[in-house]
């Protein structure tokens, strides 16, 4: 474990504040246990399938989905503003503690406009959170173990759908009459446990140390990286006083070269628009990737895929696991779409269950090399100034594509039968050009030595230092950075 972490301090910290991430999935996938309970429909006075008046049952659950992302959408437009203001640590206290809002309201529901209502103001609170944790996981990372700590995002995605899945099975056969209102209840009030347990434990957490910088709030800020990224490996902290050097000379210099930027600087220069467009279509077009299916044991298995994801990511490389993962996509949808062309609706068994192996093997290539590796690279690639913005507008990516797939993937599938594979096969194709002719690899390198990679200037390389930049080093380790070790 040393190998992929700084010291156990720093990881615990970043499973930690992923609490938030398996929240954020539980929240957004319970609602597939939530109407496959009876007394749901019972309480709410709903007409079930095969009853007369089920076409406006449908129609509700569609917009029970609908204003989950709606208010997902708006949490995560807000954090873009919230996360530079008052910071990332807060930032994930309002979300969590809207998302407790919503959730007492979903499961205390009386009326289906307090469902629904509810509904939106957990969207807002999960919005939120799925923009701001990997952007703290990123930010309080070091360079070289930045890929698996922030894959615990993807990790405890995971985990918070198959807790969902898991749970609304077991609910179901708990009460089999149907009478109680339990089965759907507790679920979704289930959710407020790892909420509670984040927003009590933040008050621990530390704050970014680069949004403190930035704050001005320096010696704060050099004590917090300290505690962060220390190993006995360094016991005079030459490492730490060279990230916080170049972190440092990096903030001066953005901020004198893009003062006069405008109200939105995410979108004033070519080289932040190009980050925000492929932040924004790798997560859009990867959403098209996903067959329409989520069972228990299919989401267990992204578990084990996102924790691979986690122990390969910094050793392979962001660009080479999207491209084996896409590539690999490609492949089983492609077989997926031919079995299910030729098998679905006949008598043959064997054509039948190679048309399941595709299915599983998709959620192999998605959660190994795409789930968490996506979530890492748009936190990785914007400046600090922009980060937030920039990893929100990649949120919002995710989120159109689940508005989209929402209200017209079930009606494709529906009409189109096998031929919605085609979809699922020529998007992540698309996304693979992308990534082959515009992504370059980001691993390895600090947050700040990114910038290069995308045309504008580094103050200071943390990595293949120059003999003039190693000079400023040591200059500033020996006098200019003045830092004291400190007592913990």
Known sequence: MPRFIPNYYNLACVIFVALGSCACSYGQSIIGSTIGQPSFYTSFNLAKQGEPGYSGTSKLISAMNGVMTAGSIFGTAFTAWFADKWGRRVAAQIGTSVMI??????????NMAMFLIGRFIAGFGIGNLMTIVPLYQAEISTPEQRGFMVCMHGVMVSVGYTGASWIGF???F?????????PWRFP???????????LVGSFWLPSSP????????????????????????????LHIKREFYQMKAQLEYDKESKQGLGRFPLFSTAHYRKRAALAFLLMFGNEFTVPLLLAAVWVTIAIFGNFFAALY??????????????GGICITNTLECVLQARYLGSSNLAGQRAAVFFIFMFIVFW????????????AEIFPTATRAEGVAFGTLGYYFGVLITLIAGPIALDNLGWRFFIVL?????AVWLMVFFFLPETKGKSLEDINEAFGDKVAVHYQGASKEEDEQYWKSTEHDLGYTRGTD
Not at 174 to 182: C, K, L, N
Not at 190 to 195: A, E
Not at 314 to 325: A, C, K, M, N, S
Not at 425 to 429: E, F, G, L, M
Request: some cysteine; proline content about 4%; aromatic content about 10%.
């Open 210 to 237: 680069r949004w403190l910088l930035g704050k001005g709030r320096e010696d704060e800020a050099f004590q917090t990286l300290r505690k962060l990224h220390r190993t006995k490996d360094d016991p005079e902290e």
């Open 101 to 110: 809002v919503g959730i007492v309201l979903v499961s205390g529901s009386v």
């Open 188 to 198: 979704l009030a289930f959710n407020m446990v790892p909420n509670l347990v984040l």
């Open 174 to 182: 708990a009460y089999p009459s149907g009478d109680s209102t339990f």
């Open 367 to 378: 959660s190994g090399f795409c789930d968490a590796t996506q979530y890492t690279y748009i």
């Open 313 to 326: 990511l910094d050793r392979v490389g962001r660009r080479l696991f999207l491209l084996i993962g896409l």
């Open 425 to 429: 096969i020529a998007c992540p194709a």
């Open 170 to 172: 077991g609910c179901y």
